[in-house]
T-cell receptor, first 113, second 114 residues
């Protein structure tokens, strides 16, 4: 079965410092992986997706993620945090049965001045 | 704008009442999904419809039923609401092939059962 584990439930960074949100996946096949962001009381916004093309995926708002098969990881990074990055982030893997998405439990990112 | 439309946006029910959450997409997607979001749990799949005329259970189907009315519409029904069904519900649809591969989510329905 396809699943993801987000290793941190909360991450706190200072504005202007790097962001690292960690995600490990479990999949029998080459997975399709996504990162979504949800700002307070808002819907879900796609940050980026990996579908077996380039292993370094660039997304919106300066975010990127690297697919590492040997480590079964898909960590999300950003060189310099902005106050507007404060939100809940979800790592997601596509199921092979029915093609629905399996979500991680989320990482809450706090950005301090 | 093209996308996934959910109605209503907010709803308060009394325990035992029934209601239907509506979802419609105008992107000609084959597959549609219903999720619920609870604090600390991420989003969990309730039901999905891989194509028109088919529906299947997800992780947490108990207490819910669905109808894929046509290619555009996928509704979620609570027959007898319980406080445990207080949640935010998201509908989604997907394009699974080609350059537009991806998933589109509705803006959510916030349901409170008292």
């Amino acid at each position: 079965a396809q699943s993801v584990t987000q290793l941190d439930s909360h991450v706190s960074v200072s504005e202007g410092t790097p962001v690292l949100l960690r995600c490990n996946y479990s999949s029998s096949y080459s997975p399709s992986l996504f990162w979504y962001v949800q700002h307070p009381n808002k819907g879900l916004q796609l940050l980026l997706k990996y579908t077996s093309a380039a292993t370094l995926v660039k997304g919106i708002n300066g975010f990127e993620a690297e697919f590492k098969k040997s480590e079964t990881s898909f960590h999300l990074t950003k060189p310099s945090a902005h106050m507007s990055d404060a939100a809940e982030y979800f790592c997601v893997v596509r199921r092979n049965s029915g093609y629905a998405l399996n979500f991680g439990k989320g990482t809450s990112l706090l950005v301090t001045p | 704008n093209a996308g996934v439309t959910q109605t209503p946006k907010f709803q308060v029910l009394k325990t035992g009442q029934s209601m239907t959450l509506q979802c419609a997409q105008d992107m000609n997607h084959n597959s549609m999904y219903w999720y619920r979001q609870d604090p600390g749990m991420g989003l969990r799949l309730i039901y999905y419809s891989a194509s028109e005329g088919t529906t299947d259970k997800g992780e947490v189907p108990n207490g819910y039923n669905v109808s894929r009315l046509n290619k555009r519409e996928f509704s979620l029904r609570l027959e007898s609401a319980a406080p445990s069904q207080t949640s935010v519900y998201f509908c989604a649809s997907s394009e699974l092939t080609g350059p537009n591969y991806g998933y589109t989510f509705g803006s959510g329905t916030r349901l409170t059962v008292v």
